[in-house]
């Protein structure tokens, strides 16, 4: 069966996802369905989420939609195990700007409006692979969202009460302009995480991202790319890619100065996220990548990125 699936679907990532779902195959033939997939992948299409009457904002905090990526037309076979029937269906990546309770999660939570004023047809909602401590701020969408020849999605709008992770927002309401399928994918957040020795509980073990070394690290930040990315060839970065990273920090005096991460963790899991290990006490400022470096799912590289550093709330 996984024979059969292209070297470059199984390694590339799909959305950021497609190492991981190939990874699911395995775990699907060994265990079954709804072994791992209960409360990660929704495919009801209503809100079922009773409505809390929770703010768009509060405690300095703001309930939005930081992106929506256009990641392909026609997502692979391997989907199917994130949610049957996925395959042929469009996969979008959405990033909000806190984590979200996967409990509230419904594929109804979400409208997505093509170019031509048509409303796409939603199939189903889901958060792996990004299932490490942090990450539940990215869902994949899957459904007939439109196609990007002829009528591609331009607009996806929250719908149905989706709560943040601590209960205090409701993201009813929050909208974004999708990024064209043609489009590269950029750093959409940069934060500092308070531990970055987690180790996450959802999903099936190999969506577990490598940590940051044991010795040496001090803090570590969180860099959130708007899809999955990967070497061109499909493969995982390593040491030359660390060194393309640059954290622009500011020490106690208040000169800034511009360091590489002492590591690049959080590996190997197919999401969207990489860890910078870094071994300076140093504030963070900001994070910047260059060009035609990483390519997404449909082979676009990215653009030259750089964006400020949310400090840890």
Request: hydrophobic share 40%.
């Amino acid at each position: 069966m996984i024979k059969d699936i292209p070297k470059r679907t199984v390694i590339a990532g799909l959305l950021g996802v497609t190492a991981a779902i190939s990874v699911g195959v395995v775990w699907f033939i060994m265990y079954g369905p709804g072994s791992w997939t209960d409360n990660i992948s929704n495919r009801d299409l209503i809100d079922t989420t009773p409505d809390a009457v929770l703010p768009r904002e509060a405690n300095g905090q703001s309930a939005k939609l930081l992106s929506a990526f256009h990641g392909l037309d026609a997502l692979p076979r391997v989907s199917n195990v994130i949610c049957r029937g996925s395959e042929g269906n469009t996969g979008m990546p959405v990033i909000f700007s806190t984590e979200i309770d996967i409990a509230t999660m419904q594929a109804g939570d979400f409208k997505v409006t093509t170019r031509s004023g048509a409303p796409g047809k939603m199939h189903c909602a889901s958060v792996l692979p990004a299932t490490d401590p942090g990450e539940l701020r990215t869902v994949l969408l899957i459904g007939q969202l439109g196609p990007a020849e002829t009528d591609p999605p331009v607009r996806v709008d929250v719908v149905g009460h989706l709560q943040s992770i601590d209960g205090t927002l409701d993201f009813q309401g929050a909208s974004a302009s999708v990024i064209p399928l043609e489009d590269g994918p950029s750093i959409v957040l940069a934060e500092v995480v308070e531990d970055w020795t987690l180790v996450g509980t959802l999903g099936p073990r190999r969506v577990r991202g490598s940590l940051c070394p044991t010795e040496g690290v001090v803090q570590a930040i969180r860099v959130t790319w708007e899809g999955g990315v990967t070497l061109k060839d499909g493969n995982e970065p390593g040491e030359a890619e660390r060194d393309l990273y640059t954290i622009t920090v500011e020490a106690p005096d208040g000169t800034r100065n511009e360091v590489k991460p002492l590591a690049l963790a959080n590996l190997g899991d197919g999401d969207n996220n990489h860890m910078l290990c870094m071994d300076t006490i140093d504030r963070p400022i900001s994070v910047s990548f260059p060009e035609s470096v990483f390519t997404d799912p449909n082979d676009d590289l990215n653009p030259a990125t750089k964006i400020d550093v949310t400090p840890y709330r």
